[in-house]
């Protein structure tokens, strides 16, 4: 049956008039077949209860339903899909839109972004739906605070992204097998909770945000299963991680809390390059590489655990940390140095670079092990001794680092230190016994 107080189209062909709901207006036990936009105005409201909605268009992304501000629209079990062509269409919401228990397919948002797109004035709860047969994000919440929960999100570019200042809540989701972010958060604040990450390429990318992130699953990514970039400071709390190609958490740039994680059978546990990251009673085992890494940046460690309860580590390690050294060359004089030969050993002697300046003279970027720990046992790598040689010219220093360093070695000719022997020395000692004598007598 359909109630309605503003006139519906018929199943209609494409190019039609669009479809103005400019007051309440619903559909119930419905299929109906649509070749134009649908605009919900200021003060309208569309209703859908069990009811098939097609947005049969006839070119890539013609059709949208457009929810301006003021307006609304409400579905429940609904299912909103592409018309026989297979043209994608998309939402812009403005407005409110409450849509539950909704199968929602062949979405395609304008620019190659977001099927159902969420502008700052709007307001959103999508709820218990499944979407399947997107291309690129499901939904994206552009300085909005939608609420996205329980929903089934599968065969898509990219999953959900937030961007512009949003702060949603995106909780209990499952995301299955998108090609690249299953979650992306831009300069946001969202709270992510209870999700489900399966396969696809990468987990959750932060990029300059603040997220909190608490007992997702992530697992069976191609790169990453979450990263912090570019000051993302998230609290990463109670999350388990497992099965991702490259790292299980990847920091670039930023400090972020990590607690109570689980994270195994990842390329590296937790990768970090020029950031503090703060890691608290976390388990970390069973990674192909390191449980931690750290590049150009120390880790602030507490009550961490880096083997199950069947003796399963990290074959290369539990903890490194590795500070990167540049060294320059030069003849006093004479400026740059090419070719010159360097070696660098650790504090045990071991010999850990070898290899020579280019031609300005330097080498850049030797990493150089400051510590490892491994069962529990710490092994220091510094201080390191650099020695260089070219030619008859030389220099050696000690390196004590606790940050990324440029060194300037200056070159010297090397003493050949002549040292006499025993007659010369004694005839020496002779010549000065007589001529103290000789100079007494006078006196």
Known sequence: MVFSSTPLPAAAETGQPDWIVDSLTTLENTVRVLGSNIVIENGGELRLNNSTLIMNGSKEGELQILVKQGGRLQADGANITWGQGRWHYWFQVNGTLDIRDCAISGLRGQFDTGGIYLAPTSTATISRCHFAQNQWYAAIANGSSPVISDCDIDAVKAGIRVENGGAPTISGNTIRGAERQAIIVLNSAP????????????????????????????????????????????????????????????????????????IYGNGIGVNATTSSTTLTKNSIYGNRGWGVFCRSGAPVLSGNNFTDGRGTDNPMGDVAVVWSLTVVVEEQGHGPVAGANISITDSSGKT????????????????????????????????????????????????????????????????????PGPSLAMAALACILAAVMLRRKNA
């Open 352 to 419: 850990v670079f070898r290899g020579s300046t280019g031609d300005d003279g330097t080498v850049p970027g030797i990493e150089l092990y400051q510590y490892r720990i491994d069962s529990g046992s710490r092994q220091s790598g510094t201080p390191h001794r650099l020695s260089v040689k070219k030619g008859d010219l030389s220099a050696s220093s000690e390196i004590r680092m606790d940050k990324d360093q440029t060194i300037t070695a200056k070159l010297v000719k090397t003493s050949t230190g002549f040292i």
């Open 191 to 262: 709270m992510i909770r209870n999700n489900r990450i399966l396969d696809g390429h990468q987990g959750m990318d932060l990029q300059r945000s603040k997220a909190q992130i608490s007992g997702n699953e992530i697992s069976g990514c191609q790169a990453w299963g979450i990263q912090c970039y570019d000051f993302s400071d998230a609290d990463i709390t109670g999350n388990a991680i497992s099965g991702c190609a490259e790292e299980g958490i990847s920091v670039v740039a930023s400090a972020p809390t990590l607690v109570g994680n689980v």
